[in-house]
């Protein structure tokens, strides 16, 4: 079964840093999306990507964060300046077009940890 | 916020069914029941989904209620590794990606016990 495959699987980096986080969704998705899972807490929604541009964002999604599919395949989220606060478990998922009803389907998460 | 209540903790026998509650008492006619578990920090695995009708896979089973202001996901022979937190979402389904967002509560822990 078709995988949405996330690099890598933990990132470390210091505060202040830029980090690209890169997903491969599955083929047929047409539907990508930044979820982030902060130690203990709810998995909390980002963004959403369509045609090459953001859907919706929330309130966290702010100008230090941005995402792009720039050839067509891997979809990246870029954050440009960390924070501690920014350690989380960022998770990529993607949807088919076409069905309305389809459900999203996850990768397996990058564990980013800012020192 | 999310728009159901599950209980924050169950616990089952393994090989017995697990039967998970959830309640959506504002769900609106177009909103889909979504059910996700996540094992230890893994990505959400999706199980199921249904709209009024009750629905079944090699996973598990959904039975909504009637009136659709609740439901129960059932996994019929439960092992030591459905040990997860199962959540329930409910959802528009329409095309778009704007509303093709899920929004997580804090689900429910199930313990599968030997």
């Known amino acids: 079964e078709p995988e949405v495959t996330q690099t890598p699987s933990h990132q470390v980096t210091q505060m202040g840093q830029e980090v690209i986080l890169r997903c491969v969704p599955i083929s047929n998705h047409l539907y990508f999306y930044w979820y982030r899972q902060i130690l203990g807490q709810k998995v909390e929604f980002l963004v959403s990507f369509y045609n090459n541009e953001i859907s919706e964002k929330s309130e966290i999604f702010d100008d230090q964060f941005s995402v792009e599919r720039p050839d067509g395949s891997n979809f990246t989220l870029k954050i440009r300046s960390t924070k501690l606060e920014d350690s989380a478990m960022y998770f990529c998922?993607?949807?088919?077009?076409?069905?309305?009803?389809?459900?999203?389907?996850f990768g397996n998460g990058t564990r980013l940890t800012v020192t | 916020d999310a728009k159901t209540t599950q209980p924050p903790s169950m616990d089952c026998a393994e090989g017995r069914a697990a039967n998970l509650p959830c309640n959506h008492s504002t769900i609106s006619g177009n909103e889909y029941v979504y059910w996700y578990r996540q094992i230890h920090s893994q990505g959400p695995q999706y199980i199921i989904h249904g709209l009024k009708n009750n629905e079944t896979n090699e996973m598990a089973s959904l039975i909504i209620t009637e009136d659709r202001k609740s439901s129960t996901l059932i996994l019929p022979h439960a092992t030591l590794r459905d040990t997860a937190v199962y959540y329930c979402?409910?959802?528009?389904?329409?095309?778009?990606?704007?509303?093709?967002?899920?929004?997580f509560g804090k689900g429910t822990k199930l313990s599968v016990k030997p």
């Open positions: 998922a993607g949807r088919l077009e076409g069905t309305y009803n389809s459900p999203l389907h």
């Open positions: 979402i409910v959802r528009v389904a329409s095309e778009g990606g704007s509303q093709g967002n899920l929004i």
